[in-house]
């Protein structure tokens, strides 16, 4: 007969199953890819923050993914970090500290998806109204849409784990190397069918508004470069949305792989480490891709090292 330990406040982590000999090898790889993460969006955040050259909207709204990355992952890897180092058995954390780490996973998914869709705004506008650009993209709109991303994924986040924080808990393990919704309602002996709903719909509705903004703006985009004769348009639009779009589908590949292997039990340590790279990857990719295409972040980086001027590579 199952034993059960009703809302504990005390629960346990599962974390990943890594044998010993892979063990700091692994540990390693995460260690350092943390650490180029942060040290990447903290330096490419305060690079578009200090020169003034950068202070477009382009550069501004791409700033909340920077902010987004390294909180996502400040709550997260860390954590996952120690508890590797430690016995199984050690791997406690408290329900409050959970729920604030699930809380944080999923705003930077959510966020991730909300943010791209205003830079898919910003490019539509330079793209296809460049004329009115400066008119529509003031500081203003800027504001307006960064609280959009922000507030939008935290509405329906909070939604999300408030209905899991309502349930009682019957158990204490958590299979997961880290908090997150799926994984504290699991705790839960009562009815979870309120929050399944909720949840699909949640991911329908975030996947389904995230793939058709991102369809209608680059139709539209495509349709204004061929039936344009404009080279530099056409050139400035290839530069632009390419990196966007390789950005977007980077996250989107990510988190259609975590989601899928959430079906198959019997993969459940793919479905760890795919959950982990979910955050890590898109993180370490953000910077680097938009940095090296934009022949102004490289200008801007040539001056403040004063070397030889920085060659975007697309």
Request: net charge positive.
């Amino acid at each position: 007969m199952e034993n059960y330990t009703y809302d504990s406040f005390t629960l346990q982590l599962e974390g990943l199953n890594v044998s010993k000999d892979s063990l700091y090898s692994v540990f390693l790889l995460f260690f350092f890819s943390y650490l180029f993460l942060m040290v990447a969006n903290v330096g490419i955040a305060a690079l578009v923050f200090i020169d003034r050259n950068l202070h477009q909207p382009m550069y501004l709204l791409f700033c909340n993914l920077p902010f987004n990355d390294i909180l996502g992952n400040s709550i997260m890897v860390p954590r996952l970090l120690l508890d590797m180092l430690r016995p199984p058995s050690e791997r406690l954390i408290s329900y409050y500290e959970c729920v604030v780490q699930a809380f944080t996973s999923h705003m930077f998914g959510t966020t991730t998806h909300t943010v791209l869709m205003i830079m898919a705004f910003d490019r539509y506008v330079a793209i296809c109204n460049p004329l009115r650009y400066a008119a529509i993209m003031t500081n203003k709109m800027v504001i307006k849409l960064t609280v959009f991303a922000w507030g939008v994924a935290f509405v329906l986040v909070a939604i999300l784990l408030g209905l899991t924080v309502r349930l009682n808990r019957c158990r204490t393990l958590i299979t997961n190397p880290y908090c997150d919704n799926a994984s504290l309602f699991k705790l839960s002996c009562d009815s979870v069918f309120i929050n399944n709903v909720y949840g699909l719909t949640f991911t329908v509705v975030l996947f389904t508004g995230s793939i058709g903004c991102m369809v209608l703006t680059y139709t539209r985009i495509t349709v204004v470069c061929l039936t344009s004769n404009n080279k530099s348009l056409n050139s400035k639009a290839l530069k632009t949305c390419s990196t966007h779009l390789v950005l977007y589908l980077i996250m989107l590949i990510s988190g259609f792989i975590a989601i899928i292997l959430h079906r198959f039990p019997q993969y459940s340590d793919y479905r760890k480490l795919s959950a982990i790279l979910f955050h890590v990857i898109p993180a370490s990719l953000n910077p680097i891709i938009y940095g090296v295409q934009s022949a102004e972040i490289c200008k801007s980086l040539s001056k403040l090292f004063r070397s030889k001027p920085v060659v975007p590579l697309f």
